[in-house]
């Protein structure tokens, strides 16, 4: 069974920087592109950042663009999510999220629990 | 940006009714999309995928379909677990882009 466990979120102060860990298990994590989304509360879903198995494409949405990194270590089965200048609109529980493959097609196979990641004065 | 545009926004239907969900891409994304549903205080848990693909454990009253580059998503005979929100996911190019999500709920 897939598991993703996501930990590090909390209060935080506009400005200052969050890292975001997801610990995967019950499948292979080193063949799985990987994703994190998120949720303001009360509101849709938005695509965050996604990185490949191997780690080589890497892309962000613009939001966040230039202030957020994913990377991950599959030696250790984690993806990682570093976020620097945090502003109140980050406010929102953040998902780890794993791809699935298709025919001709790809998809967001499980999703973790998510992180609650509040950023305020 | 490839825009997914979700309707309706909200939908109310009683039980036993059908039930279709569209999602209009504003480019060919083939078939890189899939729907969701969440519940209150709950993950996302995948439906469909491919497009037309039925996900592992989900109900065959859930079913989906595409129409160049129109997907819906339709629920035979609805039941009362079927309540929440529902979003479509377009995963062919980055930044990948979600619905703005469909509530339904029960009449």
């Known amino acids: 069974e897939v598991q993703l466990v996501e930990s590090g979120g909390g209060l935080v102060q506009p400005g200052r920087s969050l890292k975001l860990s997801c610990v995967a298990s019950g499948f292979t994590f080193s063949n799985y592109g990987m994703n994190w989304i998120r949720q303001a509360p009360g509101k849709g879903l938005e695509w965050v950042a996604y990185?490949?198995?191997?780690?080589?494409?890497?892309y962000y949405a613009e939001t966040v663009k230039g202030r957020f990194t994913i990377s991950r270590d599959n030696a250790k089965n984690t993806l990682y999510l570093q976020m620097t200048s945090l502003r109140s609109e980050d406010t929102a529980l953040y998902y780890c999220a794993k791809e699935g493959y298709g025919y001709y097609s790809s998809y967001i196979y499980s999703w973790g629990q998510g992180v609650m990641v509040t950023v305020s004065s | 940006d490839i825009q997914m545009t979700q309707s309706p926004a909200s939908l109310s239907a009683s039980l036993e009714e059908i039930v279709t969900i569209t999602c209009q891409a504003s480019?060919?994304?083939?078939?890189?999309l899939s729907w969701y549903q969440q519940k209150p205080g709950k993950s996302p848990q995948l439906l469909i995928h491919s497009a037309t693909s039925l996900a592992d454990g989900v109900p065959s009253r859930f079913s989906g379909s595409r129409s160049g580059t129109q997907y819906s998503l339709k629920i035979n005979r609805l039941q009362v677990e079927d309540t929440g929100i529902y979003y479509c996911?377009?995963?062919?190019?980055?930044?990948?882009?979600f619905g703005a999500g469909t509530k339904l709920e029960l009449k």
């Open positions: 996911l377009q995963h062919y190019s980055a930044p990948y882009t």
């Open positions: 480019q060919d994304i083939g078939n890189y």
């Open positions: 990185i490949s198995s191997g780690s080589s494409y890497i």
